[in-house]
């Protein structure tokens, strides 16, 4: 058995509960294993964004709770609940939300410097990254000088700074072209494969679900569909060049 790292019991968000109810989840359960590299799909309003929130701890469940590791962070309150997103969770957001004054190499410092971590470790860590994403060359571009594909691959790298125990990616490809979106998808799920990193994505993009080894499918704020991880086979790689 793989080691359980999500562990979501029962949750609902109920929003006009004085009023008419409305449910964006409806008692869902959810377990994700160490490794996975899962889609959460589903149309507008079903609830991906809101699941996705609570998994992060940036949403607060009417019912239910989440378990990451087996601390119950439904129960984590204020800098408890930042210190834990700080050092588990990597987040990666559609509008990539880097910070415009900082380079690409102080974006992805950025959270380690937050965790006070020491310099050499946190230099040695952004240039393993930069190398990782293909960004060597574009350490000292800010925001603005890169394309959405290299931002949102700065955003990648920053997730995976502080080695959290996984990694959620709210629509990662939404802003990007066909080949951008691509390229991240390809060092994602490299990053997945080579080193067991979880992944745990919410999106519309029918690549990001081809590329999925799990498909989760929500609808009214319900699991209706839930694809079985399948095993990827190593034996067919592309010889190297």
């Not at 380690?112 to 990782?132: D, F, G, H, N």
């Not at 990694?167 to 802003?175: G, S, V």
């Not at 994505?201 to 929500?218: C, E, G, K, N, P």
Request: charged share 25%; hydrophobic share 40%.
């Amino acid at each position: 058995m793989k080691e359980t790292v999500i562990d979501a019991h029962n949750l609902s968000k109920i929003y006009d509960e004085k009023t008419v109810p409305v449910y964006a989840l409806n008692n869902v359960h959810l377990h994700i294993a160490r490794g996975e590299f899962t889609a959460i799909k589903g149309p507008s309003g079903s609830g991906k964004t809101t699941l996705l929130n609570m998994i992060g701890g940036l949403d607060v469940p009417s019912n239910g709770y989440v378990e990451i590791n087996e601390t119950n962070i439904t129960n984590l309150k204020g800098n408890n609940l930042i210190d834990f997103r700080l050092n588990n969770i990597g987040f990666v957001f559609q509008s990539y939300n880097l910070i415009p004054v900082l380079t690409a190499r102080e974006n992805i410092e950025f959270i380690m410097l937050l965790q006070s971590r020491p310099k050499a470790e946190r230099e040695q860590r952004v240039w393993e990254l930069l190398k990782q994403v293909g960004l060597e060359d574009k350490a000292n571009k800010r925001p603005g000088e890169l394309s959405g594909g290299q931002q949102q691959r700065v955003a990648v790298a920053r997730a995976l700074a502080p080695k959290p125990q996984f990694i959620l990616a709210d629509e990662p490809t939404a802003n990007l072209d066909s080949i951008s979106a691509s390229n991240l998808l390809d060092m994602m799920a490299k990053l997945n494969q080579e080193e067991n990193i979880t992944f745990v994505f919410s999106t519309h993009d029918q690549r990001v679900i081809d590329r999925a080894r799990r498909v989760i499918t929500l609808e009214d704020g319900k699991i209706v569909q839930d694809t079985l991880p399948t095993i990827i086979s190593h034996s067919h790689s592309e010889p190297q060049t």
